[in-house]
């Protein structure tokens, strides 16, 4: 059963560097591709990047190119979203899912989230104050 949770969220000060981490309770999170993505107060949900099975990276987001990237530990049964040179207009509840279509590739564009993304679980708070 697939119950992601994404942790690691902080309130931050602009120009730092934070990690989170998205984990299923049970093993398996590997065969997957994992999305990222952050819902700001007010705002629609939208898509930061995916990491496939393989560990190719798709970016949704123009505005963290450069600086926001994903790994994953096999080993550890989990997926990281690294995130450098924040921002204030980073801030968000940031959240991991799977995708619906082809669960191991990563969509190469984002419309509709929550229908494009399942396995929706608890996400994480990021606060980026300037």
């Known amino acids: 059963q697939l119950r992601l949770v994404a942790s690691g969220g902080a309130l931050v000060q602009s120009g730092e560097s934070l990690r989170l981490s998205c984990a299923n309770a049970?093993?398996?999170?590997?065969?997957?591709?994992i999305g990222w993505f952050r819902q700001a107060p007010g705002k629609e949900r939208e898509g930061v990047l995916c990491i496939s099975r393989y560990n190719d990276v798709t970016t949704y987001a123009d505005s963290v190119k450069g600086r926001f990237t994903s790994s994953r530990d096999n080993a550890k049964n989990a997926v990281y979203l690294q995130m450098d040179s924040l921002k204030p207009e980073d801030t968000g509840v940031y959240y991991c899912?799977?995708?619906?279509?082809?669960?191991?590739?990563?969509?190469?564009?984002?419309?509709?989230?929550?229908?494009?993304?399942?396995?929706w679980g608890q996400g994480t708070q990021v606060t980026v104050s300037s």
């Open positions: 899912a799977i995708p619906v279509y082809n669960p191991d590739k990563c969509p190469t564009t984002v419309t509709v989230p929550d229908r494009e993304y399942d396995h």
């Open positions: 049970k093993p398996g999170l590997e065969y997957y591709a």
